[in-house]
């Protein structure tokens, strides 16, 4: 079997990339869309290993190589991680909703004021 095409390739990083800058944004539903994204992108990568896309013996009728049930497994234990993780995500992104009307995380008082301690003060 010859290796995945550059355009597969090209999709994953493409996923990866934009499942990150999700996770980045301070918006709790940008939060779980960039989750949902990068478990769509560990999948999409998993099964792009090299003997994980080969037919069962059964379906082709010959004996020859079969497909490595690993990628499978983790492909599916990936996708009940990611769905638990998006279902936490959402509660916890309901339950800031229901605080302020928006979604968007807010700012740390206590952070703020350690920023302002760190940062050196002007001689003049």
């Known amino acids: ?3 995945p095409g550059l355009v597969l ?8 990339s934009s499942g990150f800058y999700l996770l980045l944004q301070r918006s709790l539903m940008r939060v779980v869309f ?8 560990a999948n999409l990568s998993l ?3 090299d003997r994980a896309i080969t037919l069962p013996p059964i ?3 010959k004996e020859g190589a079969i497909s490595d049930p690993l990628p499978q497994a983790m492909a599916l234990t990936a996708i009940v ?4 993780v ?3 995500l959402l509660a916890l992104a309901y339950r800031v909703w229901l605080g302020d009307d ?5 700012d740390d008082v206590e952070d703020r004021r350690i920023g302002r301690l760190s940062e050196p003060e002007d001689s003049s």
């Open 1 to 3: 079997m010859s290796a």
């Open 9 to 16: 390739v090209a999709t994953v990083a493409v996923l990866y």
């Open 34 to 41: 960039g989750i949902i994204v990068l478990g769509h992108a």
């Open 47 to 49: 099964m792009l290993t």
């Open 59 to 61: 379906l082709t009728g």
């Open 81 to 84: 991680i990611t769905f638990g």
């Open 86 to 88: 998006t279902t936490f």
């Open 102 to 106: 928006n979604d968007e995380v807010p």
